[in-house]
């Protein structure tokens, strides 16, 4: 399991990268990901009124979570690029620059089961 966090204006967001022989988490409306890598990271975008609100660069930014999405590779590498390329865009979507967000992976021991991020997974401060 590795994680790959993405880190800019002040916040963070993890995605985990389940690789072989690990379990990625369930729930409803998660695709089947029967590959042997699957990545699985929030989604968000910035709204005009209500969401979670997020100081992003020094500014309040009202952020809406989208579910979940599970994607599936067969290749490792690919599946990182594609896991880097998700949270560049993220970040992007709340008005910072995609070239400005740095990128870290952190390797965790599966121990048999998803990383349960609670309800309130997304950019923290």
Known sequence: MLLIRGRAGGTA??????????????????????APYVWVCDAFYEVASGGTVQQIDNRAVNV???????????????????????????????????SAVEIAQEPVEDEGGAIDEGPNVGPVN
């Open 64 to 98: 809406a979570f989208e579910t979940p999405a599970q994607r599936g590779f067969e290749d490792r590498d690919r599946a990182i690029e594609v896991a880097e390329a998700h949270l560049r865009t993220q970040f992007g979507r709340v008005g910072v620059a995609e």
């Open 13 to 34: 967001l993890t995605g985990t990268l389940y690789e072989p022989g690990e379990t990625p988490p369930s729930y409803d409306g998660a695709p089947d990901a029967d």
